[in-house]
């Protein structure tokens, strides 16, 4: 770039100018401090004035109390952890419920099917169709504690909805054939017969 400019040369001159730059500004940020330390005054600083106003200090937030905070009484309980109980949210209940049983998959469908016609705003018959289809993809588990945990899952998902509601006899229904038969009746003996 410059031939004429040693590394020597230029480095002093970026010094120079680095210094120059820090004195200026500290000339122009403290020279009160230090026209103040050179004179033998303390250099403590002053405190900002308080602005005047129409609203008194102590009210606009509130006065600071200075009494000591009472202390609360507490109690300790001597219940031990055999007779406590709790009370689960009904969705923790199915949720919990489901886990433990055979038709998870099919109340995993059931629920699925059940936010997808919520968010279209769909009438009660669509809800039947929809259900009936899938009570019919799962012929085997007709007669078994599986149908019954089904029925009670569709019961208590609708339980609190006032536009759709199910009776327990009516999904039942679901589960048979036009003729009142039973769809499909197994042969063979599962884990859920009695």
Same mark, same amino acid.
């Given at each position: 770039?410059?031939?004429?400019?040693?590394?020597?040369?230029?480095?002093? !001159?970026?010094?120079? #100018?680095?210094?120059?730059?820090?004195?200026?500004?500290?000339?122009?940020?403290?020279?009160? $401090?230090?026209?103040?330390?050179? &004179?033998?005054?303390?250099?403590? &600083?002053?405190?900002?004035?308080?602005? &005047?106003? *129409?609203?008194?200090?102590?009210?606009?937030?509130?006065?600071?109390?200075?009494?000591?905070? &009472?202390?609360?009484? %507490?109690?300790?309980?001597?219940?031990?952890?055999?007779?406590? +109980?709790?009370?689960?949210?009904?969705?923790? #209940? #199915?949720?919990?419920?489901? !886990? $433990? +049983?055979?038709?998870? $998959?099919?109340?995993? !469908?059931?629920?699925?099917?059940?936010?997808?016609?919520?968010?279209?705003?769909? $009438?009660? !018959? %669509?809800?039947?169709?929809?259900?009936?289809?899938?009570?019919?993809?799962?012929?085997?588990?007709?007669?078994?504690?599986?149908?019954?945990?089904?029925?009670?899952?569709?019961?208590?998902?609708?339980?609190? *909805?006032?536009?759709?509601?199910?009776?327990?006899?009516? #999904?039942?229904?679901?589960?048979?054939?036009?003729?009142?038969?039973?769809?499909?009746?197994? %042969?063979?003996? *599962?884990?859920?017969?009695?």
């Amino acid at each position: 770039m410059f031939k004429s400019i040693s590394w020597e040369e230029y480095l002093f !001159a970026v010094g120079c #100018l680095a210094a120059g730059y820090y004195v200026i500004a500290v000339a122009i940020f403290y020279s009160r $401090d230090i026209v103040a330390k050179l &004179k033998g005054e303390s250099t403590s &600083k002053a405190k900002p004035e308080i602005s &005047k106003s *129409n609203f008194p200090q102590g009210k606009f937030m509130g006065s600071i109390s200075t009494s000591v905070r &009472k202390q609360i009484p %507490t109690k300790q309980s001597i219940a031990s952890s055999e007779e406590l +109980s709790f009370e689960s949210q009904p969705e923790e #209940l #199915l949720a919990a419920n489901r !886990a $433990d +049983s055979a038709g998870v $998959d099919m109340m995993d !469908a059931l629920e699925e099917v059940f936010m997808y016609l919520a968010s279209k705003k769909k $009438d009660k !018959a %669509t809800y039947v169709e929809k259900i009936t289809r899938l009570v019919q993809q799962r012929p085997e588990f007709s007669g078994t504690p599986v149908q019954q945990e089904v029925v009670s899952f569709i019961h208590e998902y609708f339980k609190g *909805n006032q536009s759709i509601s199910f009776s327990v006899e009516e #999904l039942e229904s679901l589960w048979l054939s036009a003729n009142g038969e039973v769809i499909h009746q197994s %042969t063979t003996k *599962n884990n859920y017969e009695k």
